[in-house]
């Protein structure tokens, strides 16, 4: 019988996440409480701001990319929210883990206002499951 408390895939991602959310240090630097909004909230934001993000925000949920963010994002032939505004608003689809040329991704699907279309932040596997172990 399987243990009930291990722990895979996203679950992992999500349970580490919400763990290091309740820091207020932490917190702050993805989340506004007067927006009511996830972003990049810190003057330099890093992976685990995006471990963060992918880790925490959930269906309907509203994202602020702000500045800098678009350099958080290196996966070969991506762009990062290829020309939408730093602060226009995005409403959290859903997490989903797909291949890109080989490499396992998670990509957090967006809908956008402006211009209309769904469009995904995207992060690797490995880098995500690296910071959740960092974490434990």
């Not at 702050?28 to 995006?50: I, K, L, T």
Request: hydrophobic share 40%.
């Amino acid at each position: 019988m399987r243990n009930l408390s291990e722990v895979h895939g996203v679950d992992l991602i999500r349970r580490v996440a919400r763990v290091k959310i309740e820091r207020p240090e932490v917190r702050s630097r993805v989340w506004s409480e007067e927006m009511h909004s996830w972003g990049f909230f810190a003057d330099q934001p890093n992976e685990g701001d995006v471990f963060l993000i992918m880790g925490c925000a959930k269906p309907g949920d509203m994202l602020i990319p702000r500045k800098h963010a678009q350099y958080l994002f290196t996966v070969p032939g991506c762009t990062f929210l290829q020309g939408a505004s730093e602060n226009d608003p995005y409403v959290v689809l859903e997490l989903k883990q797909f291949y890109i040329d080989g490499m396992s991704m998670y990509g957090l699907e967006l809908l956008s206002s402006n211009p209309p279309m769904v469009c995904q932040i995207l992060a690797q596997h490995k880098v995500l499951f690296k910071i959740a172990w960092e974490s434990l």
